[in-house]
């Protein structure tokens, strides 16, 4: 719809509601809450019963601020004459409170001095805020130019071609406060409200119809028509409500009845696995006692069993040697030292001679040393030599080395013709025994004659 279509219509709406209806008395002056309270009753409501609710209300509480810790249920009860005391109660409540938090105080005159704009933003901010009881401050209460309309006021407009859907949900008629001047605006409220609470209580007032077919033809038609969209979708809303309480009934009854089955089944169950035991006698008691008694003996000689079992023997050697750590020597044991011994008997055993042959001598030399100091130094090298495991000769290398006897040198010769050559060689004889008995690996070679 264009802006001058829809001008035109609202001057049509303002000379038919001054034929139509009278205006009401001059309200009295209120405090800048009270017109916000007031508004919060007047919403949907006929001006004579919310006058009559605001007034219960000052007289049954002490203050607003009484009123604001009441409960909704108690502000119900004492609006009870209004169309729909619920609402208007919690509009009411929610509004106390949200001001008081605003401004910590129910004094809100000094915001009448304050610029219009930041206190239309303080009050569009609190939020029980709707846009009927904002329009209803600024016109009344800050003195600014906003016509208030309510539900029931916007369903006129809709009807009478006014406003179309989308600006009814908005809750907003576009270009309503140029066409009706501030002069005009608060008389303008009051006449429009009257008709559109008439019809919200009634829809067959047949004052309210004739009124808005005289402003558009075939608009109580439409009327007719969406109440009776508004009755279908209402009763969609409670069918599908009914729907999904009738659905979560079953859902629930499906449940119960499955918990009651699995609680069968697992009864069931125990009933099998656990089968009830019968009471024992005396005597079986004192069987089961006997056996148990038994049981735990056994178990008791296994374990110390086990531990006697298990438990070290003493060692008489020394401990093992670390990684590392050399090992000692070990003393050679009894047998070995008694076959050494056998060993060396048989070495002290004088051999059998066999027949010396003589061979063709070199010329003599006269010795340097005699053989006296030669036997002397062959004990003393026998004597410092250690003895070694790895050089310990076996039973037949000493018999033999013993067994063996040098061939006759040029020194053997001087000894015959001389007395004390006889000594050294018996010497010789012995150191030669001395040597076996120790079993040194010195090799026994023959002497290169010089």
Known sequence: MSGTQRAKLIAKLQSALKKTYSAPAATPSRPLLEHALYASLLEDCPADLADEGLVKLEQDYFDWNEVRVTTVTEIKSVLSSLPDPAKAAQRLKTNLQGIFEEFYTFDLDHLKKENLGKAVAKFESLPGMTPFVLSHIIQHGLGGHSIPIDYSAMVLMLVTGIANQSEAAAGRVPGLERAIPKTKGVEFSQLLHQPAVALSQNPKNKKARAFIESISKGASKVLDEWLESKEAAKERVAARRAEERETARK????????????????????????????????????????????????????????????????AKTAAKPSVGAKKPAKSPPEKKVAKKSAAAEKANKPAKKKPIVKKPSAKK??????????????????????????????????????????????????????????????????????????????????????
């Open 251 to 314: 859902e629930a009854k499906a449940a119960e009845e499955e918990a009651k089955q699995k609680a069968a089944e697992k009864l069931s169950k125990a009933s099998v696995k656990k089968p009830v035991k019968k009471p024992l006698s005396a005597a079986e008691q004192a069987v089961q006692t006997a056996e148990r008694a038994a049981r735990a003996k056994k178990a008791a000689a296994r374990k110390t069993a086990k531990k006697s079992a298990a438990a070290p023997v003493p």
């Open 365 to 450: 030399v006269p010795e340097k040393k005699s053989a006296t100091k030669k036997a002397a130094t062959k004990k003393s090298g026998a004597a410092t030599k250690p003895l070694s495991k790895k050089t310990t000769p076996a039973k037949g290398k000493a018999s033999s080395a013993a067994g063996k006897k040098k061939p006759p040198s040029s020194a053997g010769k001087s000894a015959k013709k001389k007395p004390g050559a006889k000594k050294s060689a018996t010497a010789k004889s012995k150191a030669g025994s001395a040597a076996g008995k120790k079993a040194t690996n010195r090799k026994l070679t023959k002497r290169k004659p010089r």
